[in-house]
C-alpha cells in the first residue's frame, strides 16, 4: 500500500538554526509528494509539492528534493524564525487515487 | 467567509449518543474530502466527494459512520452510537480538482474536535 514515514517530533531549535524534517514514502505507482503545515489556530495548508522525480519545491525559505532512489522528500530551512514554529505533515498522492495520505506530523518548536 | 468552514469546533459527548459533524466548502470546489485525526497519529482518510456522490468510502471505519453532501456544497458527517475511539479532530477539506487529483491543492478548515465520554 501506500504510506508515508516521517520523523516523530517535538524538533526543538533555536532560531537561525539548519532545519531537517526526514519524510520517506512508500508507494505502488508513481507518487506525488507534498508537505503540509499547520500553524497554531489555523487549519492545514500546503507548504510545497514536487510531481515527478529531482524536482525541487519551495516556497518561504523551505524546500524538499523528491528523490525517487531513496524515495524520500525531506523538508529543509536554512534559518529558521519563530514564526515557523507549527506542525509539519509530509503527505503523497497516487494518481489515479483521489485522495492524499499523510504521515503523522512533526511538531516544531523554535526558541528565539 | 473565504476558507473552509466546519462546525461545531468542539463537541463533548456521551458513549452512544449520534453526533453531526458539518462543512462549508470553499464556494465553487468539487471535490471535499473529510479526514480523521487522532491523538498522536496522522490523518486519516475518511471519504471523498465530486460533487454530491462519493466514489471513495473506503475510509469509513464501520457502519457507524455516514457522510452526505447536498448542493454540491455542505456535507455533514454522522456518527451514530458514538464509542470512546471515536474521539479525534475531524478535517474536512475542498478542492477544485475532483478525479485524477495528482497535484490539487486541499484546503483544510480547523477541524471539528470530538470528544466522546
Known amino acids: 500500500g501506500n504510506s508515508v514515514t516521517q520523523m516523530e517530533g517535538p524538533v526543538t531549535l533555536s532560531e537561525e538554526a539548519f532545519l531537517t524534517i526526514n519524510c520517506t514514502y512508500t508507494?505502488?505507482?508513481?507518487?506525488?509528494l507534498f508537505w503540509y503545515v499547520q500553524y497554531p489556530g489555523e487549519g492545514l495548508q500546503l507548504l510545497l509539492k514536487?510531481?515527478?522525480?529531482?524536482d525541487k519545491g519551495s516556497n518561504k525559505g523551505f524546500e524538499a528534493t523528491y528523490r525517487k532512489e531513496t524515495t524520500s522528500f525531506h523538508l529543509e530551512k536554512g534559518s529558521v524564525q519563530v514564526s515557523d514554529s507549527a506542525v509539519y505533515f509530509c503527505?503523497?498522492?497516487?494518481?489515479?487515487?483521489?485522495?492524499?495520505?499523510f504521515g503523522k506530523g512533526t511538531r516544531l518548536h523554535i526558541l528565539p | 467567509g473565504a476558507g473552509v468552514s466546519q462546525s461545531p469546533s468542539n463537541k463533548v459527548t456521551e458513549k452512544g449518543k449520534d453526533v453531526e459533524l458539518r462543512c462549508d466548502p470553499i464556494?465553487?470546489?468539487?471535490?471535499l474530502y473529510w479526514y480523521r485525526q487522532r491523538l498522536g497519529q496522522g490523518l486519516e482518510f475518511l471519504i471523498y466527494?465530486?460533487?454530491?456522490?462519493?466514489?471513495?468510502k473506503s475510509g469509513l471505519p464501520s457502519d457507524r459512520f455516514s457522510a452526505e453532501r447536498t448542493g454540491e456544497s455542505v456535507s455533514t458527517l454522522t456518527i451514530q452510537r458514538t464509542q470512546q475511539e471515536d474521539s479525534a479532530v475531524y478535517l474536512c477539506?475542498?478542492?477544485?480538482?475532483?478525479?485524477?487529483?495528482?497535484?490539487?491543492?486541499?484546503?483544510f478548515g480547523e477541524g471539528s474536535r470530538l470528544t466522546v465520554l
Open positions: 503527505a503523497l498522492s497516487v494518481y489515479p487515487d483521489d485522495k492524499i495520505i
Open positions: 477539506a475542498s478542492s477544485l480538482m475532483g478525479p485524477g487529483l495528482v497535484t490539487g491543492e486541499l484546503f
Open positions: 466527494f465530486q460533487g454530491n456522490s462519493a466514489p471513495d
Open positions: 508507494a505502488t505507482g508513481y507518487p506525488s
Open positions: 514536487a510531481t515527478k522525480a529531482d
Open positions: 464556494s465553487g470546489h468539487t471535490a
